[in-house]
């Protein structure tokens, strides 16, 4: 199960703690997106279970549970895993890969709201933001080389 990327340390005491779940936007009104039954199903051995539902698409990434967590986990890290694998093996739903392949193409995650735009005053959207993602990207490399080469130092 270590392919999963879900820590099971952590989630055992998310079976015992459930701060989370009653503050969850998506747990307070979603019908089926239950944090309590998918843990109880992750350390039951039973995660593959739920790279299959679409609940697992529906965390809002809102923080709200890493915020209140003691173990500074949160319910999201373990949907986040879990959408992680479900992708990996081609679970993902066709909107995933249409986002990924417009962002690879263009830069952008979706289409701007134009009219919003107007009515904001905003200026015109590039065509593209693929030469800011070339740059954040190369920023990101530049980090990624010092951090390893301090820590081959260390
Ligand atoms: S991040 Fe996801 S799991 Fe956490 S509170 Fe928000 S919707 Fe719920
Ligand atoms: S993610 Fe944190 S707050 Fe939520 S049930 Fe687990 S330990 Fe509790």
């Known amino acids: 199960m270590e392919e999963s ?3 099971f340390d952590l989630l055992k005491k998310c079976a015992d703690c459930g701060a989370c ?3 969850c936007p998506s747990s307070l009104h979603i019908e089926g997106y239950d944090p ?11 995660f593959e279970k739920w790279t ?4 697992i698409w529906q965390c809002l990434e809102c923080h709200h ?10 319910f999201e890290n373990a949907m986040t895993a879990m959408r992680k694998y479900a992708t990996r093996s081609g679970k993902h739903p ?3 890969k249409r986002g990924w392949d417009m ?9 701007p709201n134009l009219g919003a735009r107007k009515r904001l005053n905003l200026p015109e959207p590039a065509e593209s933001g693929e030469e800011e993602f070339k740059k954040l990207f190369a920023i990101y490399k530049a980090d990624k080389k010092t951090g390893t080469e301090e820590k081959n130092e260390s």
């Open 5 to 7: 990327g879900l820590n």
């Open 21 to 23: 779940y009653d503050l």
């Open 36 to 46: 309590r039954a998918v843990i109880k199903d992750i350390l039951a051995g039973d």
């Open 52 to 55: 299959d539902s679409e609940h």
């Open 65 to 74: 549970c890493v915020e209140i967590c003691f173990q500074h986990y949160g």
């Open 94 to 96: 066709i909107q995933v």
């Open 103 to 111: 962002f690879a193409k263009t830069g952008r995650l979706g289409e």
